[in-house]
Each structure stands twice: as structure tokens, then as C-alpha cells.
């Protein structure tokens, strides 16, 4: 596709939830979103959390395909692992293939700083570091995050747009509406009333809607 997606696809995938239950009794929880490009099903990102002790280790998953007609225009995959430590990261290591274009970010927190590593070269990044974590309620404060694709440290401005309903898998559901901006972003979030991520949108650089959905019903 002439217009790729990944521009707004690439902050989508620094994600973490951790919900104070899991991270103190240790259960494992995992969560499925579905991705559609307009009204187009193109794929998934998948999110499992592991609570271990004073950390948890992150794996998410992501996996479309853009069909055209009956051939595969676009195809993007993404594999990250993270792990978190008084709710900053910890290590990161994720690769990504962008229809053909790969893309690496690796870094670790020594000494109250951060080091990476990208395809672009080494950086340190100061204090705590967060990637774009959607599902913890606590990105809605962040003013700075890291894009765990590309490895951008990115300024960002969160703000509360209003009560809406959504429907998520043909249930009405109350939600809480934000908007975050950054550099030649606008991503609209939907979060329950108990705060949890539901749905994400935003428009591409060729004028589609990209749109995460969850699987299933909050419980």
C-alpha cells in the first residue's frame, strides 16, 4: 500500500497492563484486540502478562495483513518482550518487520538511566521510561513515552474529551474518551469506568481509520 499504516502503527505496540491484583497474587493475564483497517478485519495484537515477584515480564504479539483485492498488499508483524519494575520499564527487546522493513529496539535501566538500542544507533534516556501503555491507566499522565518500534522518546499531550458508549462484541458499554497527540499523532483512547482499555483509534497518513477493539466484554 502506497500509504503505510505504520506511522501510526508503531506507538500502538509499547504496551503493558498491569493491574494491582496481578502484579500482588501473581496470576497471568492475557488479553486479544482485534484490528481493522475502515471496516476491513486485518488482524490482531495479543498482550499476556506475568507477574513475578517485584516485576512483571510483557509479551505482545501483532499480526496483519491488508488484502486487496485477492493478493496481500501490506503485512506487518511485531514481537516485543518487556519487562516493568515500579511501573517503569525495566529491559525491552522487541523486532518488527513492516512489509519488508525491520526494525530493532533493545535496551536495559542501569543506575536510573535508560540505554538503547535501535537501528538508528545507541541512546540513554533519563529517569523513568515508559513505552505507549495503553491499558495502564497511568500512561493518561505521561508527558513523555517510547516507541517501542522505532525507539522515538516522544513528548505527548493527553487529555479527557468526554463520557461515551461504545459497543464492544455487541454489548453497549459506558466509556471515558481521551485524546493523545504527539508529532503528527491523534489517537483517541476509550477506557471503561473502571478504567480499562477498551478501543483506540486513529487515521493513517492516506486518510483510513485504524481501529483496536477489544475481544471480548470487560469484566
Not at 499476556?48 to 501490506?74: D, G, H
Not at 527487546?93 to 535496551?107: A, C, L, P, Q
Not at 477498551?198 to 497518513?205: I, N, P, V, Y
Amino acid at each position: 500500500m502506497s500509504n503505510k499504516i505504520t506511522s501510526f502503527i508503531i506507538v500502538l505496540f509499547g504496551f503493558f497492563w498491569l493491574s494491582t491484583s496481578a502484579a500482588s497474587i501473581g496470576t497471568p493475564q492475557k488479553w486479544r484486540y482485534k484490528v481493522f483497517l475502515d471496516e476491513q478485519e486485518i488482524g490482531y495484537q495479543t498482550v499476556s502478562v506475568n507477574p513475578e515477584k517485584t516485576q512483571a515480564t510483557v509479551q505482545i504479539e501483532a499480526n496483519f495483513n491488508v488484502k486487496f483485492l485477492f493478493f496481500t498488499a501490506y503485512r506487518y508483524r511485531h514481537n516485543n518482550r518487556e519487562t516493568w519494575q515500579n511501573d517503569c520499564i525495566k529491559t525491552i527487546e522487541s523486532r518488527t518487520n513492516d512489509n519488508g522493513d525491520t526494525f530493532y529496539v533493545t535496551g536495559k535501566r542501569e543506575n536510573h538511566q535508560f540505554a538503547l538500542l535501535t537501528h538508528d544507533g545507541p541512546q540513554t534516556l533519563q529517569g523513568c521510561v515508559r513505552t505507549f501503555a495503553y491499558w495502564d491507566p497511568r500512561l493518561l499522565k505521561a508527558q513523555r513515552l517510547l516507541n517501542s518500534q522505532t525507539g522515538e522518546y516522544l513528548d505527548v499531550d493527553i487529555r479527557f474529551i468526554g463520557n461515551e458508549n461504545i459497543v464492544i462484541a455487541d454489548a453497549l458499554i459506558a466509556s471515558k474518551r481521551y485524546r493523545l497527540r504527539a508529532e503528527n499523532i491523534v489517537i483517541d483512547l476509550w477506557y471503561s469506568e473502571s478504567m480499562q482499555w477498551l478501543a483506540l483509534q486513529t487515521s493513517t497518513e492516506g486518510g483510513n481509520q485504524l481501529r483496536y477493539q477489544l475481544e471480548q466484554i470487560p469484566l
